[in-house]
C-alpha cells in the first residue's frame, strides 16, 4: 500500500460521510471557520482519522463513522421528516437507532405514509435528492372518486404549479372500490408536496398518500414504523443510480 492511500480522509470527506451535507456544502463551513479538529480550527486540505479525532462544527461534536449506514424506514402518517422538532413531535430518528447518527434523504410531509431512507453517507443523500439526477420516486395515492383517463393523461404531459410547470414521469389508475381508486404517481423531482399538488391541479383529492418506491428501492410489506438495513445490493443499485462507485478509493492529492 502506497503511502498516499494509507493517509486518513480529507476532513470535508469525513463530515460529507457523517450526514452533514455533500463534500461541497462541508467545504464551505470549513472556508467559514466552523470545522474544529482535537480542537484547532480545520483548513481545506487538512486530514482526520474518523475513528480517532475529535472533529466539531460550530462547537458541537460530529458522530463521525467511517462504515456507511444505510436504513428503509416505513414512516408512519404524523411522524415529522426531521432530526428534531420543536413542537415535540415524534419525527423519524425516533424509529431507528441513535447512533451512528443518520440523516433522512429528501422528506415525506407529515400525513404522507411510506418508504423514506435514513443514512450517514451525506454524498448519496445529496445526489438522491437532487433533481439533477432524476431518481425516480413513486407514490400510491388513495383518491376520493375514480379519476379520467384525461386527468392522467394531463398529469404526465404537464400541469402549472404555483412554483412553475411540472409533470408526473408515470401516472395510472391501479385499482378501485366504489367511489375510491388507488393511482400510481411517479415524479423525479421531490418538490415539496409535489404529488398532491400534481393531482390538485386535475381536481383529484387525496385522501391517503404513501411512497412505496425510491429508485431501486421498494418498500415491501414491511409495517409501519419498521425500519431494516439496506442490502449490499441495496446499496450498490442506489450509488449506480446517482454515478456514485460504491467502492470509491482513498481521497489523493487534491
Same mark, same amino acid.
Given at each position: 500500500m502506497?503511502?498516499?492511500?494509507?493517509?486518513?480522509?480529507?476532513?470535508?470527506?469525513?463530515?460529507?460521510?457523517?450526514?452533514?451535507?455533500?463534500?461541497?456544502?462541508?467545504?464551505?463551513?470549513?472556508?467559514? +471557520?466552523?470545522?474544529?479538529?482535537?480542537?484547532?480550527?480545520?483548513?481545506? +486540505?487538512?486530514?482526520?482519522?474518523? %475513528?480517532?479525532?475529535?472533529?466539531?462544527?460550530?462547537?458541537?461534536?460530529?458522530?463521525?463513522?467511517?462504515?456507511?449506514?444505510?436504513?428503509?424506514?416505513?414512516?408512519?402518517?404524523?411522524?415529522?421528516? *426531521?432530526?428534531?422538532?420543536?413542537?415535540?413531535?415524534?419525527?423519524?430518528?425516533?424509529?431507528?437507532?441513535?447512533?451512528?447518527? *443518520?440523516?433522512?434523504?429528501?422528506?415525506?410531509?407529515?400525513?404522507?405514509?411510506?418508504?423514506l431512507?435514513?443514512?450517514?453517507?451525506?454524498?448519496?443523500?445529496?445526489?438522491?435528492?437532487?433533481?439533477?439526477?432524476?431518481?425516480p420516486?413513486t407514490?400510491?395515492?388513495?383518491? %376520493?372518486?375514480?379519476?379520467?383517463?384525461?386527468?392522467?393523461?394531463?398529469? *404526465?404531459?404537464?400541469v402549472?404549479?404555483?412554483?412553475?410547470?411540472?409533470?408526473?414521469?408515470?401516472?395510472?389508475v391501479?385499482?378501485?372500490?366504489?367511489?375510491?381508486?388507488?393511482?400510481?404517481?411517479?415524479?423525479t423531482?421531490?418538490?415539496?408536496?409535489?404529488?398532491?399538488?400534481?393531482?390538485?391541479?386535475?381536481?383529484?383529492?387525496?385522501?391517503?398518500?404513501?411512497?412505496?418506491?425510491?429508485?431501486?428501492?421498494?418498500?415491501?410489506?414491511?409495517?409501519?414504523?419498521?425500519?431494516?438495513p439496506?442490502?449490499?445490493?441495496?446499496?450498490?443499485?442506489?450509488?449506480?443510480?446517482?454515478?456514485?462507485?460504491?467502492?470509491?478509493?482513498?481521497?489523493?492529492?487534491?
Amino acid at each position: 500500500m502506497s503511502t498516499e492511500t494509507a493517509r486518513p480522509p480529507r476532513v470535508q470527506k469525513v463530515l460529507a460521510g457523517a450526514g452533514l451535507g455533500s463534500r461541497r456544502s462541508c467545504e464551505e463551513l470549513i472556508v467559514q +471557520g466552523r470545522v474544529t479538529v482535537d480542537g484547532e480550527v480545520a483548513t481545506l +486540505g487538512d486530514r482526520a482519522d474518523p %475513528r480517532r479525532s475529535v472533529i466539531a462544527v460550530d462547537g458541537e461534536r460530529v458522530a463521525t463513522h467511517p462504515e456507511g449506514v444505510h436504513w428503509m424506514l416505513n414512516k408512519p402518517y404524523g411522524v415529522v421528516t *426531521t432530526a428534531d422538532d420543536p413542537e415535540g413531535r415524534p419525527t423519524v430518528l425516533d424509529y431507528v437507532p441513535p447512533t451512528p447518527r *443518520t440523516f433522512p434523504v429528501g422528506r415525506l410531509d407529515r400525513d404522507t405514509e411510506g418508504l423514506l431512507l435514513l443514512t450517514n453517507d451525506g454524498e448519496l443523500a445529496n445526489r438522491l435528492a437532487h433533481p439533477r439526477y432524476e431518481v425516480p420516486k413513486t407514490y400510491l395515492a388513495r383518491t %376520493r372518486g375514480v379519476p379520467s383517463k384525461k386527468a392522467m393523461a394531463r398529469l *404526465t404531459e404537464g400541469v402549472t404549479l404555483t412554483d412553475g410547470p411540472a409533470r408526473a414521469a408515470r401516472a395510472q389508475v391501479v385499482g378501485r372500490t366504489g367511489d375510491e381508486a388507488l393511482v400510481e404517481v411517479t415524479v423525479t423531482e421531490g418538490r415539496n408536496r409535489e404529488v398532491r399538488r400534481l393531482l390538485g391541479a386535475v381536481d383529484v383529492h387525496v385522501t391517503r398518500l404513501a411512497r412505496i418506491r425510491l429508485g431501486p428501492l421498494e418498500l415491501g410489506d414491511m409495517k409501519q414504523g419498521k425500519h431494516r438495513p439496506l442490502t449490499a445490493g441495496e446499496v450498490g443499485a442506489l450509488h449506480a443510480a446517482v454515478g456514485l462507485d460504491e467502492q470509491q478509493p482513498t481521497e489523493g492529492p487534491a
